[in-house]
């Protein structure tokens, strides 16, 4: 028996509390006195009556049999096959998007979805190449031809237009330029003379090297070529990118030849960096050729597995008497009437979560396995065969299964793929960032340009150099005794790129639909010399805002962004620096692309036929 009782602390006897003063703080405290030394009787919770204890066991089921057993031996069978042909972009894309084989396993598939080139326009890149070179050299103790590689080769970058708006640049330019080596053009002028096992066979031209320390530059120049190729991954020369311009992200398919045919294997929408087996479709469609190594299917046979219960929080007692975790209570969950979904699940968790069980199952690295059979044997030595979760009807539903494309393509089951994705990364800050965003007030959505790659490759904050060239922005000079100004257009600041909403077919057709494509701005600046102001078209700087890098921004088609790739809460695109190892110790470092959620719709203050103060804006 353990009694409790009222205990009032600070060592007052009860006659002496008439001749106290009333306190304005009092402690008390409940404290436990048990009646004997003894703490066993309290810690068994005896109860007198165990019949009602047997009525709550058959009440709840537990004295209930059931004709099964536990699972104590699971045996899994499969055919596994690999992704062989690699489709970068759509199916149905670009000419230019066209598959190639896939370097499995050597390479990972986020590496090969969103490398782009970088070399040949990053400047700082090149002069770290440059300087690595240099120390090879004088490594292989020829330290003295470094002036004359130097000179051969000699970086020159491009100096900012606006050096306060782009600092690095401007700094970096003045320490290279005429000082430091441009390995970009040094690796340009070796790779003809590089033979297949990557040896350098000779000097490259330009460069005037005595024919005693030829042999030293030469190993100087087999070293470096090795550690230039191994810096930056970047896609072979004429395979096309992934990146969808109108969408703002990632596009791809892959193809198997499994025990059943070609299995095709479609992305559409990678835009956050982590590829997974939720993200493709499958279907029987016709694949993407044969590679030039044909990748046999192999036969598996996992060992026998010993299956454990799932366990997950707020899961049900199997016992009675058995105390639960309270950090998760399924049964208080708040549902109205039509949260039908809710409810379904709440149920689902609290009856029928004891019916499940895991065993582990390891599988190669980008396989695309096939379950060829499961067969399972209890406790009473009863082995039964287990099929997929799937309507009985016929009706389309599964679960854990890959999804299906392609309208009336035979339907693909017992799927599964393990994507040859990485576990991990490092992320550098962005080299280039844009948000977009719509604009209500003035019926557009504009593409604003937060960080470009500067001169350097550096990024520049763009809203710097805008906030500059708003103060040179040409404004009208009115008398001293005008109070309003007639503005036809509001100044827009350089880094918002606008785009106008646009029909991508014809309003009568059924398929009618919205797109934004870019436009151009154009803005009066003051000639800083004094001569009449300067008339300017406003274009991106980056390349997320582009439709064809590889044309003058002026000649390119307007870039096309789909209505649904802008909606009202934004989206913010970065291209930056990714770093990730790989099977082997093997590192890969390469410029990637990533699209996230805004924040909202934005405004640019533009106004058309509006009135301000003189001197306003």
Known sequence: MVTVSLKVVGGLLAQDLATVRPSVTTWSRLEPRPATPDLAPSLAAPVADPLWLLHRQWAFGELHGEDAGSPIDVRLTGDQAVPARYHPGPLGGTPSQVAVDYAHPELPLEVAVEREPVRGTHPRLAAAHGLQFLRLLGAEGAAELAPRFTAAFPLQPERPADPDADRHGAGWAAVMTGRALDGDALATAVRPLTAADGSVTGIPPGVSVPQSRQARAIRALTRFMAAYDATVTQPPDGEASAWRADRQEYALALSADGTGGTVLLQA?????????????????????????????????????????????????????????DARVSLGRLEAGPTDLARLLLVEFGLVYGTDWWLVPVELPVGSLFT?????????????????PSRNSDGRPWEMFELGQTGAGATRLADLFFLPPTLSGRLEGDPAEEVTLLRDEMANLAWGVERRVPGTSGEPVERALEAARLAVHQEMPTVSEDVRLVYR???????????????????????????????????????????????????????????????????????????EEEIPREGAVVTRSFQYARWFGGASFLWMGRSKRAGRGEGSSGLRYDATDRAGGP
């Open 268 to 324: 559409d929408e990678y835009t956050d960096g982590r590829l997974d087996w939720w993200a493709f479709l499958a279907s029987g469609a016709p694949g993407l050729g044969n590679p030039q190594t044909p990748q046999p299917v192999t036969s598996m046979q996992v060992p026998a597995m010993l299956p454990s219960p799932v366990r997950y929080p707020g899961m049900p007692a199997a016992r009675y008497w058995e105390f639960e």
């Open 371 to 387: 379950v060829t059979g499961l067969r399972v044997r209890d406790t009473f030595g009863v082995e039964t065969a287990v099929g």
């Open 488 to 562: 036809l257009m509001s100044p827009v600041p350089v880094n918002w790129i606008p785009f106008e909403p646009v029909a991508t077919v014809p309003p009568t057709d059924p398929a009618y639909d919205l797109a934004f494509e870019r436009r151009v701005l154009q803005r009066t600046v003051p000639d800083v010399g004094g001569g009449p102001p300067v008339v300017e078209q406003v274009h991106p700087r980056g390349l997320l805002l582009r439709s064809d890098p590889s044309l003058p921004v002026a000649a390119e088609t307007p870039l096309r962004i789909a």
